[in-house]
Every structure is written in C-alpha cells, then in structure tokens.
C-alpha cells in the first residue's frame, strides 16, 4: 500500500488549467477536431495561392485608316484587338466580338465586322473579363473619279462652206470657262467666247484651231475647205413643169345601156326541209306550185322513186296528195349549178307500193 503524501509534497505538484476541461472530454474527439482545423487551414492556404487576380487591363484599338484612341470603324475595315494587361500572365487571353463569329485567342487580334452597329467586345482571361464596346458604320460611298480632265474640246460646225457666207462654230465643254480660237495663218485675230464667226473671201483650205481654259496641251484643230460660191437663182425664177398628157380612158360599150335586171336568187332547202315539205303535200297543206321557186319554175324535174321507178315532180304530187299512208323515209336533191333542184331521189317504204 502506497503510503500517503504529506500535506507539503501536495502543494508542490504541477498546476493544469484545462485539466478540469480535458478530464471531461473524451481524447478522440479533440484529436478529431483539431485534424479538422488543421485541413481547413491547409485548404484555405492552398485557394489563397491559386487566387485569380483581376487587375486593371485596357482593351487598344487601331487600324489603318484610324490610329490612337477611336471605337468608331467601318463596316468591312480590319482592327486591332490588343490586350494591355496591367498585371498577371497572358495565357488564356480570349476574344468575343459579339457578331456571332467564332472566339481569337492572343494577345493581339485581328477582326472586322461585316455590317453596321453596335458590338461589345471582351476579353476574357480566366475568370476575368473586360468589356469595350465598338461602334461600327456603313462605309461613306466612293465618289466617282473625275474624268474631265481628259476630256478633248470639241469643234462643232460644218467642214465644208462658200466664199461669202458666214459660217458659226461653236463649243460646249463641260466645265469650260474660257476659250480661244484662232486660224493657224499669218497674222489671224484670237476670238474668244464659247462661238466664233468667220466669212472667207478665198477659197482654200483652212485649220481653226481651239484652246479651253487655256491649257494648251488639249488644243484641237478643225479643216476647213471653202469653196467658191455657186450661182444663185434670182428669186423670182419660177419654174412650172408641164404636166403630162393623161391617156385617154377606155370607152365602156355597155354605157347608156339598159341595166339587165338581177336574176332572182333561187332560195336554198336542205333535203330534210324539202322531205318535210313533201309530207305536208301528203296531208294537203302544200301543192306541187309551192315548190316552183326551188325548182326554177320546172315543174316537169325528175323524180326517182326508191332507185327505180322515174315520175315528173308534178304528177308525183298529185299521186301523193292526201294518201296517209304513204310514208317518205328519205328524199335526196340533186341541183345544179345555180341552186336549181333538178332532180329528186325519194325513197319510202315499200310497203305502201300498192297506192300508186
């Protein structure tokens, strides 16, 4: 058995200010805790150190028409895009246009828009980005060159004229203000004015020569050839052709005669109007001199019955005339050359024969 201490070997052992706290906690449980806190400490560390820093960075824009400081450009024209990175590294520098045309990676880019507006453009660098935004313009249309300069005076007025009379010439160039014209002879005067006129007393050949606006490397000649005047007639020479003789015209023989009157015109029936006409002289609506102006007042014309049995038209009508029972299937005319019936072809049926 352990003897007990004194009361003086108590007084002199180690003092302990968490040992009231420990001695209620369980061991594992602060060993656990402080691991924790030290990992969470690692951790915060490690992101400290891999910290994105997003500093101060400025977007330059240039090209060849703009240079310095300008975000106005033209549809169509090529940019500059350079980041001006303030601080940190430049890999994973990226561009966006904002015209729906793919991303440029680098520092310095090249772009040009296609039409007219409003784009914001950014750079993207990690998780950084910049904004610029870029205002593009429809380009001003080109004027056409202006070619007047190369235009060559031009001398209008005839190439040929007569002693005597005056002739014009004249000239209308574009842009002309001044003008001199002189005739490439001894001691010929210098006109001035867009028109000059001249009065030849010779004839010859002459060479009219022109300057505008006094630029003398454009100056053009004209040829002049002038010849002598011909005669005139006096005004009041009146020439009057003699007419030519009108040949007699030819005597008619039948003038003064007496007009032959017109033929009538025979009236035209087809042959189902006259096979309907015959039937009404079956039921004694017509006679045989209702049919005289379709036969030309020929009452004698021939008619033939069923091919065979031949009659005048006449005597056919009266055979025919009130018999009821005679029945006509069909009835074919034969005219001549003036619409004339000459000839009829009737068929009906045979059994009727016995009527006539």
Request: aromatic residues 10%.
């Amino acid at each position: 058995m352990t003897p007990r201490k004194t009361q003086n070997e108590r007084k002199v052992s180690t003092y302990r200010p968490f040992s009231k706290i420990t001695s209620h906690i369980d061991p594992m449980v602060l060993y656990t805790f402080l691991s924790l806190l030290v990992i969470s400490i690692v951790l915060l560390a490690f992101q400290a150190s891999n910290r994105e820093v997003c500093t101060d960075a400025a977007i330059v824009l240039a090209s060849q028409q703009r240079a310095g400081k300008s975000t106005t450009f033209t549809a169509g024209e090529v940019i500059t895009f350079r980041a001006d990175l303030k601080g940190g590294g430049v890999a994973g520098v990226n561009w966006d246009f904002g015209d729906s045309t793919a991303s440029a990676p680098g520092v310095q880019v090249y772009h040009a828009f296609s039409k007219a507006g409003i784009y914001t453009v950014i750079l993207h660098r990690g998780k950084c980005d910049w904004r610029q935004e870029v205002i593009v313009i429809n380009a001003a249309p080109e004027r056409a060159p202006d070619t007047r300069g190369d235009i060559y005076p031009v001398i209008e007025g005839p190439e040929e004229v007569f002693i005597g009379r005056p002739v014009t010439f004249t000239n209308h160039t574009p842009g002309a203000t001044s003008w001199s014209w002189q005739l490439l002879q001894p001691n010929a005067e210098v006109h001035s004015g867009n028109s000059v006129k001249y009065t030849f007393g010779s004839p010859g050949e002459r060479i009219l020569s022109l300057i505008v606006n006094g630029d003398s490397s454009k100056m053009v000649t004209k040829r002049i050839s002038v010849f002598d005047a011909a005669p005139q007639r006096p005004r009041n020479d009146h020439f009057d052709p003699i007419p030519f003789p009108e040949d007699p015209k030819p005597v008619d023989p039948n003038a003064g005669a007496a007009p032959v009157p017109d033929k009538p015109k025979t009236p035209s029936v087809s042959d189902d109007e006259f096979k309907f006409f015959l039937t009404q002289v079956v039921d004694k609506q017509k006679s045989a001199s209702d049919f005289s102006p379709y036969l030309c007042d020929n009452m004698n014309a021939r008619v033939l019955l069923n091919d065979k049995d031949t009659d005048t038209f006449a005597h056919f009508c009266s055979r025919i005339r009130g018999k009821k029972r005679f029945k006509i299937e069909l009835v074919n005319l034969i005219k001549d050359q003036n619409g004339c019936v000459k000839e009829i072809r009737v068929r009906y049926d045979r059994k009727f024969l016995g009527i006539f």
